[in-house]
């Protein structure tokens, strides 16, 4: 009897250890209110990091914008390796962003929201574009190139129409732009276009070619995240 008890009390103790770390490496969704609207992120901070140290902060965002909570996902276990903040908000209409309720001022508050609930490193905010969102990242980044600290991108480039922006930023932000090599159907013209229309403009801008790597972010996105992140981390505002 004695022995049973003790195997219950155990197997408790393990069952209320493993909830308490389950919540705290829990992915939340918040709320904040951008234009008298409210809209959704989610986020998430490794689960022993001190909430006053200042860490880094990803914005991963995802093909058009509705997949913030599945974004997080793939980027949580590097978060925790590496030690930083992820979070992405939700695009407002379901064909994704590029409308007035998405632009810059939004992206701002949803960051200042973040840095209300827990400290971020300021000079290390970072963007990150997938598919369609490649475009909104590096736009954003321009437009705000003396809040972020870098971009990259992956299967997606800057749309010709956004060339317009490039002479407007104040600042040359680093820039990277990924595609799988194996890739036989996404133009890699594109990309170079954007890519030196940017270098004529004096920006730091890479294209990286990864290997093994079609454009399946779903079945690669370890290895696609990680390269971004070699690049994201090595830059930080002045």
């Not at 793939?74 to 930083?84: C, D, G, M, S, T």
């Not at 064909?95 to 508050?109: I, L, M, Q, T, V």
Request: no cysteine; proline share 5%.
């Amino acid at each position: 009897m004695k022995y049973t008890i003790a195997v219950l009390l155990a197997v408790l103790l393990v069952s209320v250890s493993f909830s308490a770390a389950s919540e705290k490496n829990l992915i939340r969704e918040e709320q904040f209110l951008s234009k008298g609207k409210k809209r959704v992120y989610y986020f998430f901070a490794p689960e022993g990091a001190n909430a006053s140290t200042p860490l880094p902060l990803v914005i991963p965002l995802l093909g058009k914008g509705r997949d913030a909570k599945k974004a997080i996902e793939k980027w949580q276990e590097l978060a925790v390796r590496e030690n930083f903040v992820v979070a992405s908000p939700m695009a407002l209409g379901r064909s994704g962003w590029g409308g007035a309720d998405d632009g810059p001022e939004f992206f701002r508050g949803f960051v200042e929201s973040i840095k209300a609930k827990r400290a971020i490193n300021t000079q290390r905010i970072y963007l990150f574009g997938h598919k369609e969102s490649a475009s909104m990242a590096i736009a954003l980044g321009l437009i705000e190139s003396e809040y972020y600290a870098a971009v990259s991108s992956n299967f997606g480039s800057l749309d010709t129409f956004s060339y317009r922006l490039i002479d407007a930023a104040r600042r040359k932000i680093p820039v990277a732009m990924m595609i799988g090599r194996d890739d036989p159907f996404f133009p890699l013209e594109t990309i170079k276009a954007a890519r030196d229309a940017l270098n004529a403009r004096s920006f730091p801008v890479e294209i990286i070619l990864i290997p093994g790597h079609d454009n399946d972010y779903n079945r690669g996105f370890d290895l696609v995240n990680r390269t971004a992140w070699e690049f994201l981390k090595a830059h930080e505002l002045p």
